[in-house]
């Protein structure tokens, strides 16, 4: 299978900033994964300077010598992508690109990024305005498959909410997940206390807000109503300062909520900033879990 859109990402990641998500990341599974995050494997013999916690004290009775139990670690995760979807996507960021292409991107990077470690990707979106969760996969070809399929459905109509999409994700997977939700500003302001708290009792969670195009400036086009925004609207100062005002409030109570719940918060503006925004996504996320 030809990887066209896997070969774009690839192009956009250096092998700095590679090499640092990859140590990020595991700092990330740390805090999903508490205490040891290991499988018990068999015992051995005792070495002095073994942690006095491995001991199994029933199996050294038995044995009439120390024995600890060994371990091994995970080796997979399991990584879910919430994508919001629908006519917004078809909007523009902040730098004038396509949010669909933006948020887009910004899965695949990170998804490629997981993928070094073979861990397990699934996505979670509307397709023909159903909720959709494609399965628990890894590889190169797996995440072609999700970024064709995609591609096709970001911009299709959606009327389901961020939250749908969470508790979808919830409901239809046992296993314990690293969430990772794109959305957009309206996706933010739309999530609801009760799914992130049900969401974090066993998973992380983590929010990447796609920006949108202010309404102040020419050439503003209405995606819901198919027209130009006519130019009292686009031009006037007023409106700019409600904007502003609306969107900072939004984002402040809402990122507060999601601090509460040690969920962080990443605003990307456009694509060339992808990498270096998830970067301080998972620096913030580590240092967040660690206090």
Do not use: Q
């Not at 995970?74 to 669909?100: L, Q, T, W, Y």
């Not at 997981?114 to 996969?137: A, G, H, I, Q, R």
């Not at 999530?191 to 796609?210: G, P, R, S, W």
Request: aromatic share 8%; hydrophobic share 40%.
């Amino acid at each position: 299978m030809m990887l066209h859109n896997v070969d774009k990402i690839r192009a956009n990641i250096s092998i700095s900033a590679s090499k640092k998500t990859a140590n990020l990341l595991d700092g990330l599974y740390r805090s999903i994964f508490k205490g040891r995050s290991l499988d018990f494997d068999d015992l051995r013999d005792y070495v002095l300077g073994d942690d006095s916690k491995d001991i199994d004290w029933k199996s050294s009775i038995r044995h009439g010598s120390l024995l600890v139990r060994r371990y091994v670690a995970f080796k997979r995760h399991n990584i879910v992508f919430i994508m919001d979807s629908g006519v917004k996507m078809s909007g523009f960021n902040k730098n004038d690109e396509k949010k669909a292409e933006t948020a887009l991107y910004t899965f695949g990077t990170l998804a490629y990024l997981v993928n070094k470690n073979e861990d397990e990707v699934s996505c979670v979106f509307s397709k023909n305005n159903t909720l959709y969760m494609s399965p628990f996969k890894s590889g190169l070809t797996n995440l072609e498959i999700n970024l064709v399929d995609l591609e096709k459905h970001l911009e299709d109509e959606n009327t389901h909410t961020i939250n749908e999409l969470i508790d979808y994700a919830l409901n239809h997977s046992k296993r314990r997940m690293i969430f990772v939700v794109i959305s957009d500003i309206a996706g933010l302001n739309s999530i609801e206390e009760n799914i992130i708290k049900k969401a974090t009792l066993a998973h992380d969670l983590l929010f990447v807000n796609i920006s949108d195009a202010s309404l102040f400036g020419s050439g503003m086009f209405d995606i819901d109503e198919r027209r130009d925004l006519p130019s009292f609207i686009t031009k006037n100062e007023k409106i700019k300062e409600i904007e502003d005002i609306e969107r900072k409030k939004i984002v402040e109570e809402k990122t507060a909520l999601l601090k509460k719940y040690r969920i962080t918060v990443e605003d990307i503006n456009s694509k060339s900033e992808i990498v270096s925004k998830l970067i301080e996504l998972l620096e913030r996320h580590n240092n967040a879990v660690r206090r």
